[in-house]
């Protein structure tokens, strides 16, 4: 099947620093990607569409300016969380999607400001 | 989109077949059922899909009522492994419409 993965899988960061997160769409190429963030014991929530070559489509109440998201490739989609707070520290997913019909997601990547 | 329910949790005996139940009442003629499970701190896999036929692949069943206001994912020979939040979603088809929308899920626990 397709394979997503996702650097790093965990990170640790000090408050107000930037994180970056990578997606790779490892054996397909992959015009559209999403970003999705999990709070423990929650389902997973959207945050944004990420399409190559074009500007992200943010979900409502997903700062962009706070969450940036560059696809610049078509195997490739990246996440910076810019001065992340503790209020950050969440499981922040990709997925990428596959012959235009479905989804394959990431293994995750754990964010922990403190 | 249409909504689906599913029940929070059930169990499974190891080597069972689990059946896992999604009611999506309002679903419209041309969207899909699809399924993906979320194992304890991992991304979410993609287990099956189908839009009016029964749908078999190496992992799953997925059965799909004549009037499509149901389905049921049918793992035959359950595991350990297999024990994990069993996802049903509604997805309509085209440009613009692939973004999945998750609910609570099933929580499957497969007891030795």
């Keep these: 099947g397709a394979v ?3 650097h790093p899988s965990r990170v640790i960061c000090k408050s107000g620093t930037s994180v970056k997160i990578e ?17 423990p014991k929650q389902s997973l929530m959207l945050m944004a569409t990420s399409n190559e070559g074009s500007k992200a489509t943010y979900e409502q109440g997903v700062e962009k300016d706070k969450f940036l998201i560059n696809h610049a490739s078509l195997t490739l989609s990246t996440l910076t969380v810019t001065s992340a707070h503790p209020e950050d520290s969440s ?11 479905t989804q394959y997601f990431g293994p995750g990547t754990r964010l922990l400001v403190l | ?15 069972r077949a689990a059946n896992l139940p999604c009611n999506h009442s309002t679903i419209s003629g041309n969207e899909y059922v699809y399924w993906y499970r979320q194992i304890h701190s991992q991304g979410p896999q993609y287990i099956i899909h189908g839009l009016k ?8 069943s997925l059965i799909i009522t004549e009037d499509r206001k149901s389905s049921t994912l049918i793992l035959p020979h359950a595991t350990l492994r297999d024990t994990a939040v069993y996802y049903c979603i509604v997805r309509p088809p085209g440009a ?6 998750f609910g609570k899920g099933t929580k499957l626990s497969v007891i030795p």
């Design chain 1, 91 to 101: 499981f922040y997913i990709c997925s990428a999607l596959a012959g235009q019909q």
């Design chain 2, 53 to 60: 036929n029964n749908e078999t692949n190496e992992m799953a």
């Design chain 1, 23 to 39: 997606c790779r769409s490892l054996d397909f190429q992959a015009t559209t990607m999403f970003w999705y963030r999990q709070f």
């Design chain 1, 4 to 6: 997503v993965s996702q």
């Design chain 2, 96 to 101: 613009g419409s692939y973004q999945l929308t």
């Design chain 2, 1 to 15: 989109d249409a909504k689906t329910t599913q029940p929070p949790s059930m169990d499974c005996a190891e080597g």
